[in-house]
């Protein structure tokens, strides 16, 4: 059993306000902004959308570039592919144009280091959404709808027990979500490694089913299961939760009946930060193999996680070793069945904060589909 002691980032970096329970736990409060769809309009100058919601306009600590740079696409250095930032179905519906892929127009964003770049993808027609006045002339604002999220978390766990608290990858799946809201509307949601449930939570604002999954150490389901109760509020009225163990070291063989049952009408899986122990990593690569393999719905596995850079001298370099490794032992699997079966693609990450957290540069956002897809 691991005794080392380890305290989420996210707590140095951000004011929660939280109270104490006296168990040994906190609740704590994550304040976000409902997505205005108006927001998401590009601007004349072709800065990215969604950035009026209160929170920073970093692009990972970058500007963005402007509309003005020149189009092409690159896989990076670690050949994984990317996901434009716009997703067609959540944006261009807004607008209530179709715009089909012809008339988009792909601009390369580079990162800090320029090892890594995005497609962001502007739609060339898109009209700016209409100014509306009221009726002594003045300009209608749009106010920011704000809501919150209870969550009763550990603040320091020992290294077995981290799903106790609360990692930055939860936020930002739950940011890509919440702008990806029509995506996962009246959708089937798995999440794996849920911890206290926070994406789930968020999943749950517009999805039909979520079937939140973990190991259960120190009581970690009976919190999930209470953290879901708690902000059952902010679920949309028809979605159904459900709470239940899921250990990757399991093969899917041997799930319970009913959880294969449920699995069955599973469109999307989610993971956020469950990429930090090599062991887990290869149970968690088996174990989305299998529902690649198995779930005959699925569409895309969104996988959020932290490089978390460290510095070796046998490298005499930062390298990131769980997300490589990670890296590694996917493509391992992937090779298993001849030609590549699967391919990840690496999420623009570009798209708006809609909670308040330091959205670092070492966050990942990937998407593992069919090659076909
Ligand atoms: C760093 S925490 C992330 C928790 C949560 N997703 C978040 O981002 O706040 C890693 C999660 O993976 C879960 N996990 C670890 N080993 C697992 C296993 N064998 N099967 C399923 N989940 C596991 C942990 O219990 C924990 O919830």
Redesign the pocket.
Known sequence: MSVLEVTSELYSEAEFCSTETGNGNSISKFTFVYPNRRDAAPAENGTQPGLANGMDKRYNGQPVADSESKASSVKDSEEVEEESCFEEESFASDYGDSLCEEEQEEVLLYGESGDECCIATHQKDTKPPPIVLDKDGDVVVVRQRKGAIDIEHRKSTRLDA??L???R??LLLGDYIMHNERKFKNTHILE?????G??SIVASMYAREVICT??D?EG?LDLLRDNMQRNAHLSSPHCRVHVTE????VSYQDYPRDLKTKLQDVQYVIA???I?DDD?TE?FVRTIVSLLLELPKLKAIYIALEKRYVFTLEDMDSVAPCYDYFLRYFEKRNGRFGVNRWKLINVCMDFPRYFDYDKVKDLVLLKVCHASK
């Open positions: 981290v799903g608290q609360i990692w990858g939860a794996l490694g849920s911890g206290v926070l994406t973990d190991i150490i970690l899921l250990d990757f070291k956020a930060d469950v930090y887990i149970a």
